[in-house]
């Protein structure tokens, strides 16, 4: 019951903190400067902004359901913020085109021998890092880059497609890294859906302008806050990648043996055969099922257990 109640807790935490939090925050926001401007029937009067019970329980139930609902559709959020849906293709081409030229800009200046400051330095190495190792994985937006370069460390590596793999390498992986993974992800998460609601509140706070009885100054400067704010919110998600970056390339780094174990498969001692051993996982796990692949295995499989009591040994 105890591992039962901390893995309910840990997982509870993190949706909290990354989801529900921020949507209370925004939700405060528009309840303080954006609700008491709008229109409301009749019969909302008990419940609008106040400081009685039934405001408070409402607010918080409403922040704990739109939170859930983030939470379920963090996928297309994401995939909003990183380039990859909603934007056309003419926007897209010309996204990757300014990414790499900003990548080139970057390691241009690293490579400059007059750019001795190592602090300087620091930091351009820190931007350079956050841009996927190939040109070809190159994304339109910075947060889809810095995203990108932890999905495709596993491939490039090892030939460990995490994006295909990732269930299985989360499960066999040790219990810390994978606490890592979902701890570093939750900041990351925090500031996409404090950045959502940002823009959706300042949308609301300037459509309430044309209201009659509209609270202007106090909508206005609500708007523009919240519009200057959530770039500022953006690059904090872009900075926080870095630590969800370091737990992905640790559960990968750990978790590849223990996998391979779980697969009934010995980790050869050669990177070169275990590029070759991933890659034929990977292959298993998505196309059909063919004969050529009993033999293909063979070399990596696991000897089983002898006779006398020895201990299997590993095939490299």
Excluded at 61 to 80: C, D, I, K, M, W
Excluded at 153 to 167: A, E, I, P, S
Excluded at 232 to 259: F, Q, S
Excluded at 292 to 311: H, K, L, M, N, S
Aim: glycine fraction near 6%; charged fraction near 20%; proline fraction near 8%.
């Amino acid at each position: 019951m105890g591992d039962i109640a901390k893995g309910a807790l840990g997982g509870g935490w993190a949706l909290l903190v990354g989801w529900i939090l921020p949507t209370a925050l925004n939700l405060a926001v528009f309840t303080l400067a954006v609700a008491p401007s709008l229109h409301r029937p009749t019969v909302l009067d008990p419940l609008w902004p106040a400081s009685n019970g039934p405001t408070a329980l409402l607010l918080l139930v409403a922040a704990v359901l739109l939170g859930l609902v983030l939470n379920a559709l963090q996928t297309p959020l994401y995939r909003v913020l990183e380039g990859y849906a909603l934007w056309p293709a003419a926007a897209y081409e010309r996204g990757c085109r300014l990414q790499r030229s900003r990548r080139q800009r970057t390691a241009d200046r690293l490579a400059d021998p007059a750019f001795t400051s190592p602090i300087r330095r620091a930091l351009l190495r820190e931007n350079l890092n956050r841009y996927p190792v190939s040109d070809r994985q190159i994304t339109p937006t910075r947060l889809g880059n810095a995203i990108r370069r932890f999905e495709e460390y596993g491939y490039d590596r090892y030939r460990l497609d995490t994006q295909v793999l990732w269930n299985e390498l989360a499960s066999a992986a040790p219990e810390p890294t994978t606490k890592q993974v979902v701890t570093a992800r939750t900041s990351v998460d925090f500031f996409v859906a404090l950045l959502y609601g940002h823009a959706v509140v300042a949308v609301t706070a300037f459509a309430s302008l044309s209201a009659s009885h509209a609270h202007r100054p106090v909508l206005v400067i609500t708007g523009v806050s919240l519009i200057v704010l959530t770039p500022a919110w953006y690059h904090a998600a872009v900075a926080a990648t870095d630590e969800w970056a370091a737990a992905v390339r640790a559960i990968v780094n750990l978790g590849r043996k223990p996998l391979a174990d779980g697969l009934g498969l010995a980790l050869p001692k050669s990177l070169e055969d275990e590029r070759r051993m991933w890659q034929l996982v990977t292959r298993m796990s998505t196309k059909p099922y063919a004969p050529a692949a009993d033999t293909a295995f063979e070399p990596y499989r696991i000897d089983p257990p002898r006779a006398t009591g020895e201990p299997p040994q590993s095939v490299s």
